[in-house]
């Protein structure tokens, strides 16, 4: 079994990550947690369009071909970049992807959006993560420095939320 810590061999054709994961599909955006890191990750259309076409036997092109017909519009060549590199960094890629020679990697969205103009901006796949708390903190109340509701006395492990909004934070 490839976990997304055991990716040591590159590929042209990436192959979507599913072991371990909790996928939930809601209104164009994938909810995605994973079950070893506890981490939750939340992927606009792009994203989740970008990862559901890995499959292993798709090319880089391949990709921007499939993004191309179901947005029914041109899609650069960075957009697909963008998205893969942020999907390898998330571990939703069982192996990482190899960029042609020449082309610079890990570009960031902000330097993607120069690139493209503002007008690609829906188009930039954004991977957001989350870390969730395991079933232990949850049942116990926030961890410190997890987010509360000042004077809650539900969401601290020490019983009562201080104003800042932090948990064991004053």
């Known amino acids: 079994m490839t976990t997304h810590n055991a990716r040591t061999h590159a590929s042209h054709c990436p192959t979507a990550r599913t072991e371990g994961l909790v996928v939930q599909n809601l209104h164009g955006e994938t909810l995605v947690y994973d079950e070893q890191t506890h981490k939750a990750l939340c992927l606009n ?71 493209l103009g503002i007008t690609a901006a829906i188009a930039i796949p954004t991977v957001t993560a989350i870390i969730a708390p395991t079933a232990a903190q949850a049942a116990t109340g926030g961890a410190p420095g997890s987010g509360c509701t000042p004077g809650s006395t539900t969401q601290c492990q020490t019983g009562v939320c201080p104003p800042s909004g932090l948990c064991g934070v004053n």
């Not at 970049?81 to 990482?96: A, C, N, P, V």
């Open 45 to 115: 259309e792009t994203a989740s369009l970008i990862w559901a076409a890995c499959d292993g036997r798709t090319d880089v092109a391949g990709l921007k071909r499939k993004l191309e017909r179901l947005n029914d519009a041109p899609i650069a060549d960075e957009v697909v970049w963008l998205g893969l590199d942020q999907l390898t960094k998330q571990g939703l890629l069982k192996e990482i992807v190899v960029r042609p020679a020449g082309m610079p990697s890990g570009v960031s969205r902000r330097a993607a959006l120069r690139t």
